[in-house]
């Protein structure tokens, strides 16, 4: 069994990297297979096809990796929820992609195209990625709650519209650092930034 795990582990690992490196629509199985040194009848034993393959690969390294524990997060102040953010992330950057950065030129732009190709080609998919968007602005939406119980803050008006402020801050930095080509400085840029808004909304 233990055997068949790593077997298993070693094709998720293989794969995910060329789909950094080379892109969805330019992996093939012949590249699986040279990379991960198994057959193809041994490749389609395990995932049956190559959707299934890059569905898993999905659930692994973007979807799991993205999600956030809601139920855990659900007492946290707004203060609190954004030192959480920025560790969270600097270990998403870390397991995401981190590890072959130096070797492979990798950086968000390589991680964040793979989210989007995979969206456009797997419905499913996509609607997974639209809920992780809207589960988060949902946990800053309960931060900001908990913090006017608080009366940390002033007032905001309607704490979900404000919350979504938070996730449109996130994701252009983010965006800003695809474009750039580069993660350098992405968690200072959060870190500076999700600050400075708080320091906007305290009393």
Known sequence: MAENIDT????????????????????????????????????????????????AIAEKYLINLLKLPADS????????????????????????????????????????????????????????????????VHIWEKALVNSQIKSELREIGEPYETAKYFQYLINGIWMNSVTQGTDQGLIETLEKTLKGFYRLLKR
């Open 73 to 136: 997060l659900s007492g946290y102040t707004l203060s609190e929820l954004i030192e959480y953010y920025i560790f969270t992330y600097a270990d998403l950057i870390n397991q995401a992609w981190g590890k072959y950065a130096c070797d492979y030129q990798i950086t968000i732009a390589n991680y964040d195209f793979l989210i989007f190709r995979l969206s456009e080609l797997n419905p499913e998919l996509k609607e997974k990625f639209k809920a992780i968007w809207e589960d988060e």
């Open 8 to 55: 298993k582990e070693l094709i998720l690992e293989k794969t995910y990297l060329l789909l950094l490196l080379k892109g969805v629509d330019s992996v093939s199985i012949s590249d699986i297979q040279k990379e991960t040194g198994l057959s193809r009848g041994l490749l389609y034993h395990y995932f049956g096809n190559k959707e299934a393959l890059f569905q």
